[in-house]
C-alpha cells in the first residue's frame, strides 16, 4: 500500500490504495447511472476518491468503505447535476404528449388489450441473478435522460423528492411525471424482456 | 371514478404514498375492480425488491463479484 508523503510514521495507515483498488469500478457503475458522458462520471469517481486524501486516517480505518465512499460519492454526483441541470425544461416540453402512456392505456384511460399487466410469478431466487441483472441494466438504459435522471436520485442515491427538484431545477408536477414514467417503462421494459411467458 | 391511467400515475409518481385518506379510499376502490391494476401494484411493489438487488450488485466491490 502507498502511503501519502504527509503521513508521519506514528500515524495509522489509511487504507486509500486498497480502497481506490477495489472501489474505483463499481463507484463508476453507479456515477454512470446518474452522470453521462463515461468521462464526466470518471471525474465524479476521482473528485470522490481525491476527497478520501484529506480524511483523518484514524477515521478510515475505522469506517466502513462502501457506506464511506457511495456517501462522498453521491455528494460528488448531486454537486455536478445540480450545476448541468438546475435550469431544466419541464416535462412536457421536453416530451409533449406521453407516447408511453398512449401505448398503455386508450382514450378512455383502460388498459390496450395485450399490453394490460398480469402478475410476475417468477421465484424469487431466480432474480438474484447475473442474466436478470444484465435485463435490469438494459432496462434502465433504455429510459429517458430526464426521468432516468429523477428516478435514479430517488432510488439509488436515496435522495428526498424536495432535494431532487431543487438540484435539478423540477417543479413538483414534473417530477411525478418523470418518476411514473420511469417506473411504468421499467415495468413494461422488464415484463416483455424476462417475466413474459412466466406469468398468470 | 378512477380511471387506469389515473391509477397507475398516483402509484407510480409517489403521490399515493402522500394522498389524504379518501384519495387512498378510491385508489382502493379501483384496485378491487381491475385486476389489471391489482396485477401492476403486485409487480410495483416486486420492483422495489428488484431495484434494492441491482442496486447491490453494482455497487459490490469487484474482488466480491469474482467467483471463488
Known amino acids: 500500500m502507498t502511503t501519502p508523503p504527509h503521513a508521519t510514521p506514528s500515524a495509522p495507515t489509511a487504507p486509500w490504495a486498497q480502497w481506490a483498488r477495489d472501489w474505483r ?5 453507479f456515477a454512470q447511472l446518474h452522470i453521462q458522458p463515461r468521462e464526466e462520471a470518471e471525474d465524479a469517481v ?4 481525491t476527497a478520501l486524501l484529506s480524511t483523518d486516517p484514524a477515521v478510515l480505518v475505522q469506517a466502513d468503505p462502501k457506506r464511506y ?8 454526483i448531486t ?3 445540480r450545476r448541468k441541470y438546475r435550469t431544466e425544461m419541464s416535462y412536457n416540453d421536453a416530451f409533449g404528449d406521453d407516447e408511453l402512456d398512449n401505448t398503455l392505456f386508450n382514450a378512455r384511460g383502460h388498459w390496450v388489450d395485450g399490453v394490460a399487466p398480469a402478475t410476475w410469478t417468477t ?9 436478470f441483472f444484465a435485463v435490469v441494466d438494459l432496462c434502465m438504459q433504455k429510459l429517458p435522460p430526464k426521468p432516468a435522471r429523477v428516478f435514479s436520485m430517488k432510488e439509488f442515491l436515496d435522495c428526498e423528492t424536495d432535494e431532487i427538484c ?17 417506473r411504468k417503462q421499467i415495468q413494461l421494459c422488464l415484463h416483455q424482456n424476462w417475466f413474459e411467458g412466466a406469468t398468470t | 371514478m378512477m380511471t387506469c391511467k389515473e391509477y397507475v400515475f398516483k402509484l407510480t409518481s409517489g403521490q399515493l404514498e402522500e394522498a389524504d385518506r379518501l384519495e387512498r379510499f378510491w385508489a ?8 389489471h391494476c391489482r396485477a401492476f401494484t403486485r409487480n410495483d411493489q416486486r420492483l422495489d425488491g428488484i431495484l434494492a438487488g441491482y442496486k447491490d450488485q453494482i455497487t459490490r466491490a469487484d474482488d466480491q463479484a469474482k467467483p471463488d
Open chain 1, 25 to 29: 469500478a463499481p463507484m463508476l457503475r
Open chain 2, 28 to 35: 382502493g376502490q379501483h384496485r378491487l375492480m381491475c385486476r
Open chain 1, 79 to 81: 454537486d455536478r447535476l
Open chain 1, 123 to 131: 421465484p424469487e431466487e431466480q432474480l438474484h441473478s447475473d442474466q
Open chain 1, 69 to 76: 465512499l457511495f456517501g462522498i460519492l453521491k455528494h460528488k
Open chain 1, 166 to 182: 431543487t438540484t435539478l431545477g423540477l417543479s413538483k408536477p414534473d417530477y411525478w411525471q418523470c418518476m411514473s414514467r420511469a
Open chain 1, 46 to 49: 476521482q473528485d470522490a476518491l
